[in-house]
């Protein structure tokens, strides 16, 4: 079965052939110390193996998802018309069991996989995302390429679901799209982050801001609230008024990490497409153990990693475990609350405290 997808300014035309985009026959890959995704030890011999990024469906329209709470970092951007998409990394291929519904790929999470060096999982692409793609000449597995060979048609939830709300994958499958495109599974790897060192007691926010419901808005459509439980120390993301949840675990999704960065967004002149400024950066907030501090964050050139500082510029050290990153426009960033805590954001960017 052929994939009939529409995405955000697409071309018709197929990518260019990548040349030598992950081709590491001739570099000498080195081994990571620790888990370069979740900064937690290793587990297992293999330290070259390359994590895995695939692009999730978000809109209200594809819930339930299947395989995102198993994600060892979860981004999330709006892409067109107020929806917002996910990019699930995951730090071992084989942790990927039934994962989608997959949908296209978006040039600014391709900004945020090219650093780690992941291999790429998508059906179709905007024409941004294709450009960016062939000029790094990075090998990827697209849908729209390789069918049913690396993806799996839900012909039941396609009864009461649209076609493209209903793709998925698993690990078998990615094999097999791996295989076909003769993508290299080792290579050398980067840190998503500045974990702190997992032997060591995690880094608390002492000079932090109490926070432990946290609500914000990508868009007039897409909504986002974090809650955190002391007990398991972790936030648990509701979207669109509900629990985000993975019907295939059958749990909600739960971080140890979150990070809520904002930046300009404006439209690409397609009129459709957003347009995300990574190369300036912006202003944000880490949330970890129930507490904020404001943060500054900057990329620049899309294979650049993402860098974390403080307000003067000191690195933060950002604790082991799994990651939630959700990007906003400036714009949203008045609608940031937070239940006890937060209640607004003044002109300075700093979030105050409640009275």
């Known amino acids: 079965m052929l994939l009939n997808l529409t995405a955000c300014g697409r071309s018709n035309e197929p990518s260019a052939e990548p040349e030598s985009g992950n081709d590491v026959q001739n570099v000498v890959v080195e081994e990571r110390e620790y888990n370069y995704i979740t900064g937690e030890a290793l587990k297992g011999s293999d330290n070259t193996q390359r994590p895995v ?89 697209d849908g729209l390429y390789l069918g049913v060979s690396s993806f799996d048609y839900d012909e039941t939830r396609a009864r009461t679901y649209a076609h493209e709300h209903c793709w998925f994958t698993e690990a078998d499958l990615i094999r097999n799209g791996i295989k076909a495109t003769g993508i290299n599974t080792t290579g050398n790897l980067y840190p998503a982050l500045n974990f702190a060192d997992y032997r060591e007691a995690p880094v608390t926010l002492d000079n932090g801001f109490d926070a432990t419901d946290i609500s914000f808005r990508f868009s007039d459509y897409a909504d986002t609230t974090m809650h955190y439980d002391a007990a398991t120390n972790k936030y648990y993301k509701s979207q669109f008024g509900v629990p985000h949840m993975d019907e295939h ?82 714009a949203m960033v008045e609608t940031i609350t937070a239940t006890g805590a937060v209640q607004s954001v003044e002109d300075n960017g700093e979030v105050q405290p409640a009275e």
């Open 53 to 141: 990024a695939v692009m999730i469906d978000n809109s209200k329209y594809a819930q339930p998802q299947y395989g995102t709470a198993d994600a060892d970092i979860i981004y999330e951007m709006v892409t067109e018309g107020g929806i917002t998409r996910l990019m699930a990394v995951f730090d071992k291929l084989d942790d990927i069991d039934r994962l989608g519904p997959v949908r296209s790929a978006r040039d600014q999470f391709i900004q945020f996989m090219l650093p780690l060096n992941a291999i790429y999982v998508h059906i179709g692409a905007s024409i941004y995302a294709n450009d960016m793609l062939n000029f790094y000449r990075y090998q990827n597995i």
């Open 249 to 330: 675990n059958n749990c909600q999704l739960s971080f140890d990490n979150f990070l809520l960065l904002n930046t300009a967004v404006v439209l690409y002149p397609d009129g459709l497409c957003t347009a995300f400024d990574m190369t300036q950066g912006g202003e944000g907030y880490y949330f970890y153990g129930g507490k904020y501090i404001p943060v500054l964050w900057q990329k620049g050139e899309p294979e650049n990693p993402l860098i974390i500082t403080d307000l003067d510029g000191n690195p933060v050290q950002i604790n082991v475990g799994k990651s939630y990153i959700a990007v906003i426009d400036d």
